[in-house]
């Protein structure tokens, strides 16, 4: 059996793939969608959990080369917008525990009416795309980049003038498992790059025992 590590996502992918699930089974029960809307979307899933093992080596590929600006800012800040914002919650979490790096997960809404003020060179901005905010998030990932921030998106396809992994095509409310591992793998490469032990809490235990 494989050794536990300090942080993971299985956890937190198994548990949203399970309430996807259970959502389906409720809206069945109360005749919100029809029995082949269910199957469709429960495929979709499971193509989702395909393609991530696929391409799970390329991913990580992707974020060992892009994890260097980011391993060396003094902030980041994970923009997601609709299914994506529980996404970038996980992501910005990853970033404090793993690669200790302050780190705050918000909407994007939210971020373009207040934080969009700390933007600086010191900044990283992580960005989540995919669904029908693709185009809203792309425009704050160029946005912020010409406020100087240093900008990843993560996105279902290749965009210009930004630098970005894509991770392929997706219904938007699937968009946050590929999302999750990707911000896992970049939190990984830049504890690396810190020289850092990724698998070493120093002031908090898996359960906590007091408040």
């Not at 970049?186 to 898996?206: E, G, S, T, V």
């Amino acid at each position: 059996m494989p050794v536990e590590r300090a942080s993971a996502t299985k956890t937190f992918t198994s548990a949203l793939a399970l309430l996807h699930n259970l959502v389906l089974s409720i809206a069945i029960r109360a005749r919100m969608i029809s029995e082949r809307k269910r199957d469709l979307l429960a495929r979709g899933l499971l193509q989702t959990t395909l393609t991530m093992e696929e391409r799970l080596e390329a991913w990580n590929n992707d974020a060992r080369s892009s994890a260097g600006e980011l391993a060396h800012c003094q902030a980041a800040m994970i923009l997601g917008r609709g299914p994506s914002l529980a996404g970038a919650l996980q992501g910005a979490l990853l970033l404090k525990e793993v690669a200790k790096i302050p780190a705050e997960g918000m909407s994007s809404g939210e971020f373009s009416h207040g934080p969009l003020e700390a933007i600086s060179r010191k900044i990283s901005v992580v960005v989540l795309g995919g669904g029908r905010t693709s185009t809203l998030q792309y425009r704050l990932a160029l946005r912020s980049k010409a406020l100087g921030a240093s900008v990843l998106m993560l996105t279902p396809h290749r965009v210009k003038n930004v630098k970005s992994i894509c991770f392929g095509k997706n219904t938007e409310i699937l968009t946050i498992f590929p999302c999750t591992v990707l911000l896992e793998l970049l939190a990984y490469h830049c504890a690396l790059r810190q020289r850092l032990n990724p698998d070493q809490l120093n002031f908090i235990q898996k359960v906590t025992t007091r408040e």
